[in-house]
């Protein structure tokens, strides 16, 4: 089992950049690939992006590839999503989340674990 905690959300304008740390309090953090999700208000939680256990392969929503970069730091049990160039409409509720390998996330399987969400707003 692996507890999940996110950071690092805030107000930014757009154009700007943050970056949200997920980091694991419990568990063995490198048993477990990494993804991030989010879910802006009315809509249905959506993948942003996943990586593996060892941080070598990284997977994107195909709408977000080039703007949003993911890494992971397993000797400080954190991964990073680096978000460039924001937009207004990636205003949501940041989610980072673990299952047992990176192709659970390419094939949709339920998530094992959830983290609590932080808020990004990004104005205009």
């Known amino acids: 089992q692996v507890q999940l905690v996110e950071s690092g959300g805030g107000l930014v304008q757009a154009g700007g950049s943050l970056r949200l740390s997920c980091a694991a309090s419990e568990g063995t953090f490198s048993q477990y690939a990494i993804g991030w999700f989010r879910q802006a208000p009315g809509k249905e939680r959506e993948f942003v992006g996943a990586?593996?256990?060892?941080?070598?392969?990284?997977y994107y929503a195909d709408s977000l590839k080039g703007r949003f970069t993911i890494s992971r730091n397993n000797a400080e049990s954190t991964v990073y999503l680096q978000m460039n160039s924001l937009k207004p409409e990636d205003t949501a509720v940041y989610y980072c989340?673990?299952?047992?390998?990176?192709?659970?996330?390419?094939?949709?399987?339920?998530?094992?674990?959830w983290g609590q969400g932080t808020q990004v707003t990004v104005s205009s």
């Open positions: 990586i593996n256990r060892s941080g070598s392969n990284t």
């Open positions: 989340s673990a299952q047992k390998v990176l192709s659970d996330y390419r094939s949709g399987h339920p998530i094992d674990y």
